[in-house]
């Protein structure tokens, strides 16, 4: 497995997490939807009475939230099958830059700046830390997908 595909491994938990974030932010806004349709109560007839709104946006929020606490479960599997490709690393320099990127999705100026190191040497690190990781074949061969959302 080269370094390239040794980061995009590790990143699978990270863009992860952003599709759950993304999820969560179109449930508020159903949420929203939902809590300004209010139905007109009076005895006078007259068309829809706003109803069938509420009740198509409550269906997306139900919907949407089971489907975001699926991902959920699937993201905490891949955030454990991660941490453990890391904690193979015994460096513990190493150990900790890899988690500042991939599990807590931290930029390299903010690891430099963490780690007390000039950015172009955590760069240098990390290609360290990608040489240093090995990757269980059986995770190479049947590597999870990326969690989609609907």
């Known amino acids: ?27 508020q806004t159903w949420r929203e939807i939902a809590t300004r349709i209010s139905p007109q109560y009076s005895g006078m007839p007259h068309g829809s009475d706003g109803s069938d709104k509420l009740q198509t946006a409550v269906l997306e929020i139900a919907e949407l939230s089971e489907s975001i606490e699926q991902h959920i479960r699937e993201t905490k599997k891949l955030r454990a099958q991660v941490q ?41 690190l990390h290609k360290k830390a990608l ?20």
């Open 1 to 27: 497995m080269t370094n390239q595909e040794k980061a995009a491994y590790l990143n699978k938990y990270r863009k992860a997490v952003n599709d759950i974030k993304i999820a969560s932010e179109e449930l």
């Open 84 to 124: 453990q490709v890391i904690d193979g690393v015994e460096d513990n320099t190493l150990h900790t830059l890899l988690t500042y990127r991939y599990i807590q999705g931290k930029k390299w100026e903010e690891i430099a700046l963490l780690m007390c190191y000039d950015y172009r040497y955590v760069k240098k």
């Open 131 to 150: 040489f240093a990781i090995q990757v269980k074949e059986d995770m190479e061969r049947h590597p999870k997908s990326v969690i989609t959302l609907q």
